[in-house]
């Protein structure tokens, strides 16, 4: 049966509604009421879902402000993302990162420019990367098109060793390229060649970088704290004075007088005996409970001291 919009004639009223045969307006009662217009069979269920769609979306609306938990994201819990270009890739977001190491699983030359990696041929790279609590690893099996950059296939810089030289208190960085190395303890600038970097230079710092010349590459090798008293330039006359207040009283001054072979390993001769430095304060307390007078007269010169330079030893030949 077709349908008809009808409204109602009452000036009070002007109710608009839809029927197929009204015998009065379902608002005021009144009988009084003029066809408007037929009605489509479709057209009530359009308008029922659209309001429904209106009502949907109002209330997603009104969740979604109200509700701070509603999260709305399609982003990728990805971590790693690798692009190749011709002669290089490079690792995005490289600088994110709180840590990045890559390894040449075919022993492939390589040079790096910060994010950028560029191989001297085709190979597999192992890319390990970490950024808070999370890492990820992924093999990138990459193929070279075209020529290598110029600093890819420079022979690698390695670093043999770094030893704690305590005889002049320095570091001392020994590589298989040591006319080429350049060493910083800034990752960004100052790189010299300078392979002995002193202790106090090195206080404040964690890490050598060191690098070839022609090399982007940088290596980056954990600096193992050391300290030293050096010695100050041999004196003989310190060690006679030392030994003359020690022999006056033995008992106050024998702090002073093993304080001053600190940085040296002292060797006594007394009676044609040899002594180290705790045998020989032994050795002097006996004689000085025997007889305090053979202590008194014991006598150090100059002349009877001999200092080896290398080791660090000091003969000292006690007489009466």
Not at 63 to 87: A, G
Not at 124 to 142: A, L, M, N, Y
Not at 156 to 171: A, G
Not at 211 to 232: F, G, L, Q
Request: glycine share 2%.
């Amino acid at each position: 049966m077709k349908k008809y919009k009808y409204q109602c004639d009452n000036s009070d009223c002007n109710h608009q509604f839809v029927d197929d045969n009204p015998s009065s307006c379902p608002k005021c009662g009144k009988d009084d009421f003029t066809i408007l217009s037929q009605v489509n069979s479709n057209q009530k269920y359009i308008m029922i879902s659209a309001a429904i769609l209106v009502a949907v979306s109002a209330f997603i609306i009104y969740k979604f402000i109200s509700d701070p938990e509603v999260v709305v994201t399609e982003k990728s819990d990805k971590l790693l993302y690798i692009t190749s270009y011709p002669n290089y890739f490079e690792i995005e977001d490289y600088k994110d990162f709180d840590e990045v190491n890559i390894f040449s699983i075919d022993d492939v030359n390589y040079s790096q420019e910060k994010s950028k990696i560029f191989p001297c041929k085709s190979g597999k790279f192992k890319i390990s990367v970490s950024k808070g609590d999370v890492s990820e690893e992924k093999i990138e099996p990459f193929k070279l098109k075209g020529k290598p950059d110029k600093s890819a296939c420079k022979t690698k810089l390695e670093v043999i060793s770094i030893y704690s030289d305590m005889s002049d208190c320095k570091y001392k960085i020994q590589t298989n390229d040591d006319a080429n190395a350049l060493v910083s303890l800034n990752k960004n600038s100052e790189f010299k060649s300078n392979l002995a970097w002193s202790f106090d230079e090195c206080r404040n710092s964690d890490n050598f970088y060191i690098k070839h010349k022609d090399s982007r590459d940088i290596i980056t090798y954990p600096i193992e704290k050391a300290s030293c008293n050096k010695p100050s330039v041999f004196n003989e006359d310190v060690f006679v004075n030392s030994f003359n207040l020690y022999i006056k009283d033995i008992r106050t001054n024998r702090s002073q007088f093993i304080s001053s072979y600190d940085t040296y390993t002292p060797k006594f001769i007394l009676l044609n005996e040899e002594f180290g430095l705790i045998d020989f304060i032994t050795k002097i307390k006996t004689m000085d409970r025997v007889d305090q007078s053979s202590v008194e007269s014991l006598k150090l010169s100059k002349s009877d001291i001999k200092y080896n330079k290398n080791a660090r030893e000091i003969t000292l030949k006690i007489s009466r």
